[in-house]
């Protein structure tokens, strides 16, 4: 059995689209304890299966990071203290990012021996069939040399957890793939890696490659990860948009458009951010999973999903005790 | 009549691609000078429709941007040379981008009042159906914040002169759109573009809106400007990957991607990067566009086109102009 805190509210499209999500979840897992947090007249209907827990505040989307330590009525923090308190393993929430990680980070503290956590996701890796993984993506401003290598091992025990992979091949996004190349921070980071006894670091890779399947995980810092991600996710919308233009062009290609669908749809179901099922903050002390603001049920569904396969992989643990392992300066 | 040097070595394809596009541009704009460097005996043909200047040496795709200081005999060094000595308009060649960035720098100098050159490119806007100019791309690894500044005037001269776009309106690469936002470098640039009477600042773009439409100039450094565009070459190409999986994917799929085909073609054709013609690097004095790699004929062509069009709208003598303007410290 597992226990799940919900941050209900602070989606765009409020605790009704949280609430489609919950249910569709509790039918595939009626045995997981649900613990729903937010407004609670909102998803009454929800105590039939659920714990209703009430937090009057909801931290509006465009809010500051700091604006979690005087809003402890919201949602979001009260979910965190909920976690917290009754041994939850994850808490999902759609809520601001930037307020989501601050809470997890300030509520739920650091893992001992983590230098700073990352908010890592995954993409699809077409070369290998699998996943990727790419951290940090933004949970960061900044990064030191000795983080960003940090960075390779949680990804390495992430990467093994989610997605299976026994040995995952780390590689370092920069500008060229050869040594040498790269940010000031990369360059240092680069000889660090290279050291890691517990990492299998195969140096450095262009964010051109990363779906093409050189890497299982690839670290940077939390700036260049933010713009990589944010640059696919544009490029990937603006393909979009171009197909749905090229299938409307004409007759003929709308009658392509019918007939080829099937295949479309995987396309779009590949490259679907939503039902890749949002990102992770991982370096703290609880599964933190953060689905995208503007999820539908299904995405949000599909963070839960995450979170399921996330506590059934004992990744905090083994984060946890990878950390214990590592001696401490 | 303009005059262009044609680096004919340094590419993937070798001299033969680029003696296939010369002749096509030849054929096109007969009244142009074309001025043909490198292993003439592989070209000899085209005496009788250019000048021809032998260059001994080519300098490899893999080279570092130093080895242009003693690869004097390289195609490439004699093409930059060729350019001051005959008052060509400009250089164009797919080989290696830091040799041809440095060679362009160590040769040509900046033009007076540049701090630092930028490599630009375009891509389509599609809210705006015309194209958005994006750099550094990749001329620097680091930059100061009054360079970013810079770019942002570079940036607009040009986006009038390739795309005729008036009062280009210029965002700052971020990963916020909120002030305050950015990478340190970033965030000290952003009052700087703000005070700058000579372009309309509006604040930060996220990489993820970069194609939708509310800015003609996008600037950032080099390193998080290489970045961006190849996440965006690598998603692009992904994307391409599983279109082509999708339509084999069964009869009917493959039926329906014979009527869709001109619609496919369209999206091909808008984010062929090849197409768009490559890359140029501003601030030098000369019009130096670097065509891509592994370019075929016609995108080797189409990097001619653009000098073409950069040569008839004086963009070395309006940033000349401009920078003559500003007043030196």
Redesign the interface.
């Known amino acids: 059995m597992r226990k799940f805190v919900i941050d209900m509210m602070g989606s765009d499209a409020g605790s009704a689209m949280a609430l489609a999500a919950v249910k569709t979840y509790h039918k595939l897992h009626p045995e997981d304890a649900l613990i729903l947090v937010g407004k609670t007249e909102e998803f009454q209907e929800a105590a039939s299966f659920a714990t209703l827990v009430h937090a009057s505040d909801v931290i509006e989307m465009?809010a500051g990071a700091l604006e979690v330590i005087r809003r402890k009525e919201s949602s979001m923090v009260v979910a965190m203290h909920t976690l917290l308190e009754q041994h939850a393993d994850a808490v999902i929430s759609a809520g601001s990012t930037g307020a989501f990680l601050s809470a997890a980070t300030l509520i739920l503290k650091r893992i001992p021996g983590v230098l700073r956590p990352a908010l890592v996701t995954g993409f699809?890796n077409?070369g290998r069939g699998n996943f990727v993984t790419l951290l940090d993506v933004?949970a960061s401003?900044?990064n030191t040399a000795e983080e960003i290598a940090q960075f390779a091992y949680m990804g390495s025990l992430y990467s093994q957890g989610a997605y299976g992979i026994e040995k995952p091949i780390v590689k370092l996004?920069s500008?060229g793939s050869?040594e040498g190349k790269?940010?000031?921070v990369g360059k240092e980071a680069y000889p660090l890696l290279k050291a890691d006894p517990k990492v299998d670091f195969q140096g450095n890779i262009?964010?051109?490659?990363?779906?093409?399947g050189s890497a299982d995980v690839v670290v940077t810092d939390g700036?260049?990860g933010?713009?990589?991600l944010?640059?696919?996710?544009?490029?990937?919308?603006?393909?979009g948009?171009?197909?749905k233009?090229?299938?409307?062009?004409?007759f003929?290609?709308k009658?392509?458009?019918?007939?080829?669908?099937?295949?479309?749809?995987?396309?779009k179901d590949?490259?679907n951010t939503k039902k890749v099922g949002g990102a992770m903050l991982l370096g703290v002390n609880g599964l933190v999973v953060k689905a995208h603001g503007n999820s539908d049920p299904e995405a949000f569904e599909s963070a839960m999903e995450v979170a399921a396969k996330l506590t059934d992989a004992k990744m905090i643990e083994k984060i946890a005790a990878g950390f214990a392992k590592v001696e401490q300066k």
Chains 1, 2 share one sequence.
Do not use: C, H, R, V
Request: proline share 3%.
């Open positions: 465009e699809p077409l933004g401003n900044t996004l500008n050869e790269g940010s000031p262009e964010a051109s490659q990363i779906f093409a700036y260049t933010n713009i990589m944010k640059s696919f996710e544009g490029m990937a919308k603006a393909m948009k171009l197909m233009q090229g299938f409307t062009k004409n003929k290609t009658m392509g458009y019918l007939l080829a669908k099937s295949g479309i749809d995987t396309i590949t490259m």
